[in-house]
């Protein structure tokens, strides 16, 4: 089973709110990402955790806050955020730690996100 | 550092055509990964297949075969018989051993018209 899920599908957002997304996996993944993906233009990466611990970092805002729960959830916590924040986000896990990227990430469906 | 480079931004063709994508890479390693990530519209990206820097074996799985030659650094798919079912948008991406980075190449939307 290499099944990712993300929650919600869409979500719409003011830029005064405070929402958050959720990602989930069980296939006993130690290693999630977040990425940003816009249109017509390949995912990047945002947020990478590796045993529950935050491993990179790319220099997000910190309007953008994820969290890691356990080795199977990872949540992205979003407040106050700009129009162009409005995206496809997508979660991804791997096999083992960050940095052994060799390992084949598998995505999930995404959640796409429109800020007002 | 490391670089993947998808050339076609956009490839239409006819039901039942054959069609390849073309990738090419750079990276200063002597062992890597290759991957092929399919986007439809839904926006889930689908795995497809991953090759190591070691395995120049072409591989065959239905309708889709990968090419991968390390003379040329390339790392081509080709859709036999293509169907509408195959419209999507296809990410080539390298992993370094030494790196911690999944680069992807800018993508190819593939339109298969009926």
């Known amino acids: 089973d290499t099944e990712v899920t993300q929650t919600p599908k869409h979500l719409v957002m003011g830029m005064t709110n405070k929402k958050s997304l959720k990602c989930e996996q069980h296939?006993?993944?130690?290693?999630m990402y977040w990425y940003k993906q816009k249109a017509k233009k390949p995912p990047e990466l945002m947020f990478v955790?590796?045993?529950?611990?935050?491993?990179i970092n790319e220099s997000v805002p910190s309007r953008f806050s994820p969290e890691c729960p356990n080795s199977s959830l990872l949540n992205l916590h979003l407040h106050a955020l700009q129009p162009e924040d409005s995206a496809l986000y997508l979660c991804?896990?791997?096999?083992?730690?960050?940095?052994?990227?060799?390992?084949?990430?598998?995505f999930g469906p995404g959640t796409r996100l429109t800020v007002l | 550092a490391q670089k993947v480079t998808q050339a076609q931004t956009e490839i239409s063709v006819v039901e039942k055509e054959d069609v390849t994508l073309d990738c090419v890479y750079e990276?200063?390693?002597?062992?890597?990964?290759l991957f092929w990530y399919k986007q439809p519209p839904s926006g889930e990206l689908v795995f497809l297949i991953r090759?190591?820097?070691?395995?120049?074996q072409n591989e065959i799985s239905g309708r889709y075969s990968w090419n991968f030659q390390k003379s040329t650094s390339s790392f081509n798919f080709t859709i036999t018989a293509s169907q509408v079912v195959d419209s999507a948008v296809y990410f080539c991406?390298?992993?370094?051993?030494?790196?911690?980075?999944?680069?992807f190449g800018e993508g190819t939307q593939l339109t298969v018209n009926p």
């Open positions: 991804a896990s791997s096999h083992s730690q960050a940095g052994a990227s060799t390992d084949t990430q598998y």
């Open positions: 296939m006993g993944h130690r290693a």
């Open positions: 955790y590796s045993y529950e611990k935050l491993s």
């Open positions: 990276t200063r390693d002597t062992t890597y990964y």
């Open positions: 090759r190591n820097s070691f395995d120049e």
């Open positions: 991406a390298l992993s370094e051993t030494s790196g911690s980075r999944l680069t």
